[in-house]
């Protein structure tokens, strides 16, 4: 009788097992949602469904933006995938369900989940000092006054900012998006944004005092850079490469990254604005001060620099729906996801609250998203702990939890509205919590 040798054996079974698990893997199927399962499938009436895709069509037709894709899911069903208008309008390219756009902010939601990922793993927690992290942000300063002849009056910190306030933008950071204060200022004059890499990013902001004690207000900030920066460190991989691996190719998200392979330049929208002396919309030019979409070396920010199409990121969305899983690969865990769709503002502290605000009512911040926890408070007939956010140039999207529903709305829009342009994500909601049985 032959017999193979015990290691010989577990050798050829774990070669073995590690053939089918890659062969599962490339037999998944991804391509959910390659299509509209239907109005009824997914519990609307066809008449709700039908003046929704006229609304965002007429949207279009209007001239508020180029073009524009949208996705209506509920109950893992897909209601309404659609397409209108153009994606180059130059080039008389049109919009298609898989044309890829810049997602800006909603990059954040994506960082949050990497970082979930290792708080799994007890690699943080959120008690932590974001210096136990990064340590090059121990002895940062906080204004606390300045004067318009460029004098600054700067203070210890009371305390080391946590990671839950980095991941709810409590934390005190600047940006540099706006404000003409000087910790906004030097964030845009030290170009952080810019930097080449997330050390040298790392290494600038450690130069920049904080807006505000740590926990004091809700200020939207670099903090989501921040966070990846962490998860760079964290996971001993560069932060794009942690995400295609433990992400992106589990997902099937294999349109995501941080830049445009050359073979999708056709794919990729332009952004435009509307220009109020031309009336009529205008393209805008690329950023001379940074690497362009298609150089693999950009940034790898991670809050705002990846590039997705509608498909990817409505896997992504659904993802956190199912509570961290998709087609069997499960990405975090049920409990984490309650985690992130929970505010975790101070009490007291609302969305956008400053020291001459109260801040929206109802809307707190969880891990990487807005939170509406009170939706009579906030005037919206959303469900409770329905989660939200959005790009700088315009795409959007929101989950219900409560009805087991979310929309993307993908479009490229930045630096100028029409007059009298639609405003299409109210507009969408009273449409769709209308048409609701």
Known sequence: MNSLHP??????????????????????????PAAADGAEAAGFSKQTIFKLDAAMEKIVNDNDVAGMVWLLAKDGKVATFEKAGFASIEDQ???ELDTLFRIYSMTKPVTGVALMMLHEQGLWDFDDPVSKHVPE???????????????IELT?????????????????????????DPVNNAFRD????????????????????LLYQPGQQWVYSVAVDIQGYIVEKLSGQPFGEYLEQKMFAPLGMNDTAFFVKEADRERFADVYRWDRDEAKL???????????????????SGGGALVSSTHNYARFLQMLVNGGELDGQRIISQQSVDTMRADSLREGLLLRGTDSSPGQAGQGFGVDFAIIFDPEAARSPQGEGTYYWSGAAGTWFW???????????????????????????????????????
């Open 7 to 32: 290691a010989k054996t577990l050798i050829t079974w774990l070669g073995t097992a590690a053939l089918a698990f890659n062969l599962s893997f490339a037999q998944a199927d991804t391509s959910w």
């Open 93 to 95: 390219r049109p919009m």
């Open 137 to 151: 942000l121990a002895n940062l300063k906080v204004m606390t006054s300045y004067n318009e002849n460029g004098g």
């Open 156 to 180: 210890p910190l009371e305390r080391q900012p946590t990671m839950r306030e980095l991941l709810n933008h409590s934390a005190g950071f600047g940006y540099g998006l706006s404000g003409d």
């Open 190 to 209: 030290s170009g952080v944004l810019a930097s080449a890499d997330l050390n040298e990013m790392i290494n600038k902001i450690a130069e920049i005092p």
């Open 282 to 300: 205008m393209r805008n030019i690329e950023r001379a001060d940074r690497p362009s979409y298609f150089d693999a070396d950009r940034l790898e």
């Open 399 to 437: 989950v219900d939890p409560v009805h087991d529903m979310f929309l993307i709305g993908m479009i490229q829009s930045q630096g100028g509205n029409r007059p009298e342009a639609t405003n299409m994500r109210s507009m969408a909601v009273d449409i769709i919590y209308d048409g609701l049985d």
